[in-house]
């Protein structure tokens, strides 16, 4: 099993950065593939961005390629999303999970923090 914590989250203004870390427990984190997601009022949770449980490969949301970057370090079971060039349209709720196998799809991953609001100012 695998317990995450999410952190980092603020309110900063647009074209600022912030860097969201996920602080997991257990013994098998190494092997779990993880991601970020995020949801914004009144609409769906979304993909962000993955990272395979190498770190070898990561794949991303659209939207946030070259502004964003997931990276994570096993030997301290944490997963990072490093956020740059904020804009409005990135207020949410940034949640880490954790899949068996790398995946976009958010009912794939078996294990969920519980969240850190981020807002972007104009």
């Known amino acids: 099993q695998v317990q995450l914590v999410e952190s980092g989250g603020g309110l900063v203004q647009a074209g600022d950065s912030l860097r969201l870390s996920c602080a997991a427990s257990g013994r098998t984190f190494s092997t779990y593939n993880m991601g970020w997601f995020r949801q914004a009022p009144g609409k769906e949770r979304e993909f962000v961005a993955g990272?395979?449980?190498?770190?070898?490969?990561?794949y991303y949301k659209d939207s946030v390629k070259g502004r964003f970057t997931i990276s994570r370090d096993n030997a301290k079971k944490t997963v990072y999303l490093q956020m740059n060039s904020l804009k409005p349209e990135d207020t949410a709720v940034y949640y880490c999970?954790?899949?068996?196998?790398?995946?976009?799809?958010?009912?794939?991953?078996?294990?969920w923090g519980q969240g850190t609001p981020v807002t972007v100012s104009s």
């Open positions: 999970a954790a899949a068996p196998t790398p995946s976009t799809q958010s009912a794939l991953y078996d294990y």
């Open positions: 990272i395979s449980s190498s770190g070898l490969t990561t």
